[in-house]
């Protein structure tokens, strides 16, 4: 993917990514704050259900839903994750 964007990406941006995310029954980490950081995104996560971007630090509060759910929140998937994804 060549799209990256520092900060938030623009809604129909968000969608297009939502769209090319073609997984099923994979489990994501949404933001329960919302607007924060990161508030946009699903994360991908780690064995212990950490987004792996480790968005929003320690304190971050996290629910994890399967990713259908996240799309049908309009959420898009964080990029940094994507990112990290991408390089192992
Ligand atoms: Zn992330």
New binding site residues.
Partial sequence: MSKEYQGRPPVNLRREMADEDNRQDVEVAISVKGASV?GY?Y??IDEDGV???N?GGPDAEFKIVDIGVAKQKWKSP????ERIIRQR
């Fill in positions: 990161g995104a994360h991908h987004p792996i971007c968005a964080c990029q940094m994750c």
